[in-house]
């Protein structure tokens, strides 16, 4: 059902030869659906996301793509990060495009966010080295207490279709994220196995009505969920930037 940006750095072709990939790729696979991934945003946004972030807090969309969460979630103050440079058409005013590589050091102070968000992007990332980084980075600007919710596709209950993404590398479980995480400083508050559809790409538009009525009924998640969620909460201590 869903599936936001991504940000990552190439060795094979340049930077420019990489994002320009990036903007055609987004073209491709979401121009014809936008308006209903908007509209899906919205209703997950306000109906689920929302509780766990404050109207006041510090909010950074990681891999924000063309901003279909940052946009519409209420927030403080609101950052979005990709490598995809249509994100300073794409984002809302009141949103500051970061355009770099998510496993480098981020232009943000320690502990300055209260949620980091990111949804699909972790696997389009070229491997466990690059997300070991960037939950470095994560962790780093999180205050002590502020979350990281993260969705991604769960490798144990797709086989195959994993791989019908040409941009898909690094393929995880809700374990060994939720492992990942434990290891730098992290306490999980929520671990789902399943809880949205894989995609919304490919597939037919399912009525708002029905994305409001999955939301509220966890026990259908197990029927054709594919994707994880967790949430984790930042440790005490302060972290180093590398």
């Keep these: 059902m869903i599936e936001s940006g991504r940000s990552t ?10 994002k320009d990939e990036l903007q055609r790729e987004y073209a491709l ?9 908007n509209a899906v945003w919205r209703v997950l946004t306000a109906d689920f996301f929302q509780k766990f972030i404050a109207p006041a807090d510090t909010v950074l969309d990681l891999g924000c ?18 490598l995809n440079p249509d994100g300073r058409t794409r984002l809302a005013a009141e949103v500051t495009f970061l355009e770099q590589d998510c496993s480098q050091l981020w232009p ?5 966010l209260d949620c980091v968000f990111t949804s699909n992007f972790f696997e389009h990332l070229r491997g466990k080295d690059d997300l070991r980084r960037t939950v470095v980075q994560i962790r780093r600007c999180l205050r002590p207490g502020g979350r990281l919710l993260c969705l991604g596709p769960n490798v144990k209950y797709l086989a195959g279709e994993y791989w019908d993404f040409w941009d898909h590398y690094l393929p995880l479980t809700e374990l060994s994220l939720r492992e990942l995480l434990e290891l730098h400083d992290f306490q999980v508050e929520k671990c789902v196995p399943r809880f949205l559809p894989y995609v919304m790409v490919r597939r037919r538009p399912v009525p708002l009505a029905l994305v409001r009525l999955f939301l509220k009924l966890p026990f259908l998640w197990w029927t054709i969920g594919k994707q994880f969620f967790v949430v984790a ?6 972290r180093p930037s590398s």
């Design 108 to 112: 943000l102070a320690d502990a300055s």
């Design 9 to 18: 750095n190439s060795s094979i072709v340049s930077e420019q030869e990489f």
């Design 29 to 37: 696979r979401f121009s014809a659906q936008q308006d209903y991934r």
């Design 233 to 238: 909460r930042a440790g005490e201590m302060a």
């Design 65 to 82: 793509g063309w901003g279909e969460f940052i946009n519409h979630i209420r927030a403080g103050c609101k950052y979005g990060m990709d």
